[in-house]
Antibody, heavy 122, light 106 residues
Framework: QVQVVQSGAEVKKPGASVRVSCRVP????????IHWVRQAPGKGLEWMGG????????IYAEKFQGRVTMTEDTSTDTAYMELSSLRSEDTALYYC???????????????WGQGTLVTVSS | VLTQSPGTLSLSPGERATLSCRAS???????LAWYQHKPGQAPRLLIY???SRATGIPDRFSGSGSGTDFTLTISRLEPEDFAVYYC?????????FGGGTKVEIK
């Protein structure tokens, strides 16, 4: 059973940054298109960004441009999502999502991590 | 923009559920997916490519549509099907999710 493993819950103060990690044990990042989706309390799913293998670049939702950075460490096959200038509205469950059956294109998300709760509070 | 309707669907087990997803512009190559989301769980992919069932998804779930209008049909609701359902387009950036349809027990 393929799993997606994310880092643990975080509590941050307003204005700080948070970094969440994501791994798919048994798979290399070069074979995956990792994306990040969040869900704030009582809200729907919101795509934040991810890797587009067709253009070999990270793509971001306009809402997060300038505040989010998504990176990949190929030496450890770990993807990271860093969100800066945190505010209370960023309190949410952050998911890493991908699919191992699709190579070379953005996939529908057949695999999801367990979610990482980020709480922003003073 | 993806607009889902209705916002809430109140039905009984055994009934048929029809969920709609309308896009503001044509979805590239029918790259339209449907997900089921229950509290405390990660979303679950049901349908990709507008009409292909994901691995392990029961055949009571079916997807149809093209262009700007898509439908998820659950032929006979089972107790475990009561959840929130989202459509998503993944054919072009930015990827987008619809606002969701909650299927609740009547």
């Amino acid at each position: 059973q393929v799993q997606v493993v994310q880092s643990g819950a975080e509590v941050k103060k307003p204005g700080a940054s948070v970094r969440v990690s994501c791994r798919v044990p048994g798979y290399t990042l070069t074979d995956l298109s990792i994306h990040w989706v969040r869900q704030a309390p009582g809200k729907g799913l919101e795509w934040m960004g991810g890797f587009d293998p067709e253009y070999d670049e990270m793509i971001y939702a306009e809402k997060f441009q300038g505040r989010v950075t998504m990176t990949e460490d190929t030496s450890t096959d770990t993807a990271y999502m860093e969100l800066s200038s945190l505010r209370s509205e960023d309190t949410a469950l952050y998911y890493c999502a991908t699919d191992v059956a699709v190579v070379g294109a953005v996939p529908a998300f057949g695999l999801w991590g367990q979610g990482t709760l980020v709480t922003v509070s003073s | 923009v993806l607009t889902q309707s209705p916002g809430t669907l109140s039905l009984s087990p055994g009934e048929r559920a029809t969920l709609s997803c309308r896009a503001s512009q044509s979805v590239t190559s029918s790259y339209l997916a449907w997900y089921q989301h229950k509290p405390g769980q990660a979303p679950r992919l049901l349908i990709y490519g507008a009409s292909s069932r994901a691995t392990g998804i029961p055949d009571r779930f079916s997807g149809s549509g093209s262009g700007t209008d898509f439908t998820l049909t659950i032929s006979r609701l089972e107790p475990e099907d009561f959840a929130v359902y989202y459509c998503q387009q993944y054919g072009r950036s930015p990827l987008t999710f619809g606002g969701g349809t909650k299927v609740e027990i009547k």
